[in-house]
């Protein structure tokens, strides 16, 4: 690995930077509007979303209403996204180093670990489901042979299964192994592939349902009191659904050619979401005049219409689907989390490969089996924890530095840094966070099961935990900040000689 670059005199820490983590160049700046967009075709498009519009109508809403509520929180959700977005194009810096401006210099490792934890998670279980497809759409003839087929108790599953898994995993890292260019082609590439095979879903439903008249007559089964008690927590369900990449879309922005490149580039997210999320609802619904029950399932259901060459394009299309939204939402972040914790020992290719061999390691085999609502109760809930980062970044970002980063800062260790705080950690920006995350934990806790029951403010806390301590975090920083007088306290005036050219 190369050594950090001297540039006017000022030579940036080596434990706090690497060729992944300086500043992005002017030339590296080739991602744009359609580049992001393509982004959230292949996040946007996969096995999760289709169930999302379906599972709200399942609860008593009506169609319209469900894909209403999803297309809601995807616009609220487009607020901090293009905010949070702003200073990764504005600098060139990724989410870690970002980070540092307001937990400090070493404090940043807290925010960018816990969304890290939340991607490997994520990183695994879409793995295996990826695994699944290609098992699943197998010729029975390989299925059925015992000594594949048979779950080993010493893994867990069967080898064949295992197989299919590890080829997925592997399939992956062809990807994730060329860096961030890699994933811009894989998304930009991938995205008109991905809206033509919907499309041809959606085609084959209406023609064999002889229109969507099923779904279209589903009404709503909820009074006005009962479609608003279930309204707010579906909505923060449905904002934590994304939550954890609004985070860090730094990471993806900071090779945006300019400002209107990253913005317009996120506004293609509610539609997407709407547009598939209507595609979900529409082809389950039609499933049932179809075959003559719901398949909701959408590896099912391509295993049902059967033939070769649907079986091919099963295969195909849903791989895609999950390697595009896994590589994205659940690679990146934990690369550059480990990259940021030891720029000497971690580049993002290693990073990203030990994301990809802590997705094994977690076993989503067994966590899937043995309890799959206890693993996306915690991982959602999880995710909506983080919303008291978000509200302290932007908070900090836009409130406190007035939108004005001193790069060279963000790069070094000295105690006379403007983010050196006490000792490298931001107490403020510490106290904020865990003031955030303790009221949401009683509603947690009985949504995990763990307690039998909690007072009711605790229950609405957690309902909307992502809006609750996102706002109280960021207000709560924002007041301590304002309280202490914080000076800012840059090595040298003048220009930066890390930033890159103004966008």
Known sequence: MSNPKVVDGFEPDPSLTNEDLQPTTQSQRTFS????SSLWVGLVVGVPTYYLAGSLVDLGMAWWQGIATVVTANVVLLVPLILTGHPGTKYGISFPVLARSCFGIHGAHI????????????????????????????????KQHSSLSNSLPWLGTSILEFSCFIVFWLAQLVFVWRGMEGIKELEKYSAPILILLTSALLIWAYVKANG????????????????????????????????TLALNIPDFTRFAKSQP????????????MGAFTFVGLA????TSVIFGRVISNPIQLLEQIGGPTTMILAIFGISLATITTNIAANVVAPA????NLSPSNFTFRKGALLTALLGIAFQPWRLLKSSESFVYTWLVGYSALLGPIGGIVLADYYLIQGMELSVKDL???SPNGAYYYSGGYNLAAM??????????????????GMVSSVPNTFVGIYNNAWFFSFFVSGFLYWAISRYKGRQHKSLSSGSDPLLPAAN
């Open 111 to 142: 925010p960018t670990l816990l969304r890290a934890l939340v991607g490997c998670g994520w990183y695994g279980i879409e793995t295996w489901i990826g695994g699944e497809a290609i098992f699943i759409l197998l010729p029975n003839a390989i």
């Open 336 to 339: 550059n989390a480990l990259t």
């Open 283 to 286: 082809v389950t619904s039609s």
């Open 411 to 413: 790069y070094t260790s």
């Open 431 to 448: 106290a904020a966070l865990v003031a955030g995350i303790l009221p949401v934990i009683p509603g947690l806790l009985q949504k995990l």
């Open 261 to 272: 490149d990253q913005i317009i580039g996120h506004l293609g997210l509610p539609i997407f």
């Open 212 to 243: 969507l008249t099923h779904m279209l007559s589903m009404s709503s089964k909820l009074s006005s009191q009962q479609f608003w008690a279930l309204f707010f927590p579906s909505l923060t369900a449905n904002i934590s659904f994304w939550a």
């Open 33 to 36: 509007w359609w580049e992001l």
